[in-house]
């Protein structure tokens, strides 16, 4: 069955970076596009950027463009969000998922928290 397990996740002051992964199993990888969600308490989940079988075709929410990238390893069918200069708005449970704008696996991991506090 397909599995997404997301880590990587942590306490961080703002500015701050992190690097979260989706370690992926059950598909086949390197023919789906990929994409990171997050999603705070009391607020509805959003899509964060997504990634296509190409890794130039990207896409990312406004609120995180220039700061937020995400990449992939085919190899190690894995997908990454490189996040920097984190604010406090950033808090929230992230996700990762198959499909580039819309979740395409109904199953959704366990996620990785960020919190980004002072």
């Known amino acids: 069955q397909v599995q997404l397990v997301e880590s990587g996740g942590g306490l961080v002051q703002p500015g701050g970076s992190l690097r979260l992964s989706c370690a992926t199993s059950?598909?086949?990888?390197?023919?789906?596009?990929m994409s990171w969600y997050r999603q705070a308490p009391g607020k509805e989940r959003e899509l964060v950027a997504g990634?296509?079988?190409?890794?130039?075709?990207?896409n990312y929410a406004d609120s995180v463009k220039g700061r937020f990238t995400i990449s992939r390893d085919n190899a190690k069918k894995t997908v990454y969000l490189e996040m920097n200069n984190l604010k406090p708005e950033d808090t929230a449970m992230y996700y990762c998922?198959?499909?580039?704008?819309?979740?395409?696996?109904?199953?959704w991991g366990q996620g990785t928290q960020v919190t980004v506090s002072s």
């Open positions: 059950g598909f086949t990888f390197i023919t789906y596009e």
């Open positions: 998922n198959a499909g580039f704008r819309t979740g395409r696996f109904t199953s």
């Open positions: 990634i296509g079988l190409y890794p130039d075709r990207t």
